[in-house]
C-alpha cells in the first residue's frame, strides 16, 4: 500500500486484514447494487486503547452518559448502519487527483476535547480548534451541525481540533484558513462517498513514541520548514526568514465499518486502506468496507529560528494527534464528493479544477451550492 510514497509491508496487511471485532457474516456479498441498511444492532466487545492521563487525554470510553452516547458505554451506533458493501477491487480510469479543500481558520483553544471527554470541561490538555466557532466539551452532533464555521463553506460545521503549540510559555496559532484536504484513499476514486453525519474520529495518539509517530499509516512528511523534512520531531532550527513557517502533514484513515460513528478507543470503527493482493492498489479491508474521503491535515504555524523551546500541549513533536468530528450539511458535502472526488480532479475550496476548467465549480462565490 502507497500512502504518499510509503509501502505497506506484507507483514503489516496480514495484519491490517486480520484486525476486526466484527463477523465476517456482518457484511453480505453484495450484488452488483447490492448496498443495504438495517437497523441497528448491538455491538461486541472492542478493546480500548488507554493513553496516559498525565497527557490529558485518554482514548477510552467515557465513564459518564454524555451527549450522543447516552448509555455511556463508548458505541454511538450509525443509525441506519450501512451493510452490504464488498470493497471495490475495480481500476478506475486514471486520474492523478481526486480531492477537494477544506479552508477553515482558528476559532479558540481551550482544555477540551468533545470526543475522548465528552462533557468534561478543562479534562483534557489544550487543544487549538478549526471550523465551528462553537466546539466545546459538551458539544454533540445536533449542537455543531447547522452552527457557525470559520471554514470557507459554510456548510461544513465540523470541528476540527489539535494540541496547541508553544514557543516556551507563548501559544503559537496557525494564521489564516488552514488546508484540510479530502482526498480518496483507495484506488477506486469512484467508490468513495460522503461522510455519515456525527461521524467522529481521533488520528494517531498523544502518547506514542517517536517510532510509532514515524511509522503511523498516516504519516507523510512530519514536521518541516525550509529545507528540513521528514522531522519526526521539531527540527532544531528552522530559517529566520519571513516565507517560513513550521509545517506537518498527516492522513486519517478512511475506510469505515459502517456500523459506529465511534468506539470507547476512538479508531476501531475507523482503518487505514490495504494493499490489494498481487498489486500495488489500495482497497478497503473487508471488515472496514465502507470507502470514505481521506482526511488531510497540512497545518501551518508561524514560528522560526530556534525551535528548542518549541513543544505541543501534548508533549514532544511526535506525540501529535488530530481529531474530527463531522457535522457538514449533506447535500453540499456529497456535491463536492461527487464532483471532484469520485469525479478525479484536483479541485479548491469551491470544487474547482484549475486545470479542467470545463468541469465546472460545485460551490458560487459565496462558497454555498447554487
Not at 67 to 81: E, F, L, N, Q, T
Not at 189 to 209: A, E, I
Not at 279 to 305: Q, R, Y
Request: with cysteine.
Amino acid at each position: 500500500m502507497r500512502i504518499r510514497g510509503r509501502t505497506l509491508s506484507a507483514s503489516l496487511l496480514t495484519a491490517a486484514l486480520g484486525v476486526s471485532a466484527l463477523t465476517v457474516n456482518t457484511y453480505t456479498a453484495a450484488t452488483a447494487h447490492g448496498e443495504t441498511t438495517a437497523p441497528a444492532t448491538a455491538a461486541g466487545a472492542h478493546s480500548a486503547h488507554s493513553a496516559g492521563a498525565a497527557q490529558g487525554h485518554v482514548m477510552a470510553a467515557s465513564a459518564l452518559p454524555s451527549g450522543d452516547d447516552a448509555d455511556g458505554d463508548g458505541y454511538i451506533p450509525a443509525v441506519p448502519p450501512v451493510t452490504g458493501v464488498t470493497p471495490s477491487t475495480a481500476t478506475p480510469p486514471p486520474a492523478y487527483h481526486h480531492e477537494f479543500q477544506a479552508g477553515c481558520s482558528v476559532t479558540h483553544t481551550a482544555p477540551d476535547d468533545p470526543i475522548v471527554y465528552p462533557g468534561q470541561f478543562g479534562k483534557s490538555h489544550d487543544h487549538t480548534f478549526m471550523g465551528n466557532t462553537s466546539t466545546n466539551a459538551a458539544s454533540t452532533t445536533g449542537s455543531l451541525y447547522g452552527g457557525n464555521t470559520t471554514c470557507k463553506a459554510p456548510a461544513d460545521a465540523s470541528a476540527y481540533w489539535m494540541p496547541s503549540l508553544y514557543k516556551g510559555d507563548q501559544k503559537i496559532l496557525p494564521v489564516g484558513p488552514q488546508v484540510i484536504y479530502y482526498k480518496a484513499g483507495v484506488t477506486d476514486y469512484r467508490s468513495v462517498r460522503p461522510f455519515p453525519k456525527g461521524l467522529r474520529f481521533v488520528v494517531g495518539n498523544p502518547t506514542q513514541t517517536a517510532e510509532e509517530f514515524r511509522g503511523h499509516k498516516g504519516f507523510v512528511e512530519g514536521w518541516e520548514c525550509g529545507d528540513s523534512f521528514f522531522n519526526t520531531d521539531f527540527p532544531a532550527s528552522c530559517p529566520s526568514r519571513p516565507d517560513v513557517q513550521l509545517n506537518l502533514r498527516m492522513q486519517a484513515p478512511s475506510c469505515w465499518n459502517g456500523l459506529h460513528l465511534d468506539t470507547p478507543d476512538h479508531k476501531s470503527h475507523m482503518a487505514y486502506p490495504v494493499v490489494k493482493p498481487g498489486t500495488n492498489d489500495n482497497m478497503c479491508p473487508a471488515s472496514h468496507p465502507v470507502a470514505l474521503p481521506m482526511i488531510e491535515f497540512k497545518m501551518a504555524w508561524p514560528v522560526n529560528g530556534d525551535m528548542s523551546q518549541i513543544r505541543l500541549a501534548s508533549g514532544r513533536g511526535y506525540s501529535f494527534h488530530y481529531d474530527f468530528f463531522n457535522a457538514w450539511e449533506e447535500r453540499t458535502l456529497k456535491a463536492l464528493v461527487d464532483h471532484c472526488i469520485v469525479g478525479g480532479l484536483q479541485c479548491d475550496t469551491r470544487g474547482f479544477d484549475l486545470y479542467r476548467p470545463e468541469r465546472g465549480v460545485v460551490l458560487d462565490e459565496n462558497h454555498r451550492l447554487p
